[in-house]
């Protein structure tokens, strides 16, 4: 019984072997975040995330940890029709957020982010700044980043003037992502903590999400 045990051990460990050096990994360096493997592998963080089921905050990353970066399992497939194949990736490409922005609003966005959701994960941080860019390409709001948060009433930050405050790497992460095109927020066009929140008339519009303390609002 020992030597038979022993032999299906060997056998899995063996396939486990096979099965680990089929799949292409990033070994993390000093510097990485999840954002820049994707995009130097050419996907986007939420597919880079689905392949590393292991890892429970994507901005929380150590150096020496192994993230796996082979998204060609579909590739049969894909390869089977190449029309196909051509057409989703024009998809993909066109998924980045039409929103013009300027660097100063940018650096802006990223100091709202960092003062709206500062304890908040970090998709809550995405979902911040999606709200901005919704917002810009909304008819009932401003058309400009730098319009919308300062439209008056709308932001605390920028009555507490915390808004001047420098931003975190991890927020102008977010909002590179939120750019790119995510859609952690869906279509919202507010967030606010329900539970201290004055204003009880978003109480009333259809939740997105909730994410974090935030409660994210069509």
Known sequence: MKKLLTGVTALTIGASMLFATSVSAHTVKSGDTMYNIASQNNMSLDELVALNPQINDPAVISIGEQINTDGNSGSSESSSNETDTSSESSSAADTSSSVDITASEQ??????????????????????????????????????????????????????????????????????????????????????????????WLDTLATETVIGQHTFKQ
Do not use: C, W
């Open 107 to 200: 650096a802006m966005l990223e100091r709202l982010v960092t003062a709206e959701a500062q304890g908040e994960p970090y998709s809550g941080k995405v979902a911040v700044a999606e709200v901005v860019l919704n917002r810009v390409e909304a008819g009932e709001f401003p058309n400009s980043v730098s319009a919308v948060i300062h439209q008056p009433g709308q932001f605390d930050p920028v009555r507490n003037g915390s808004i001047n405050n420098a931003a975190t790497s991890q927020s102008a992460q977010a909002v590179e992502e939120a750019l790119g095109g995510s859609s952690y927020a869906g279509n919202a066009l507010f967030f606010y903590n329900p539970h201290i929140a004055t204003n009880r």
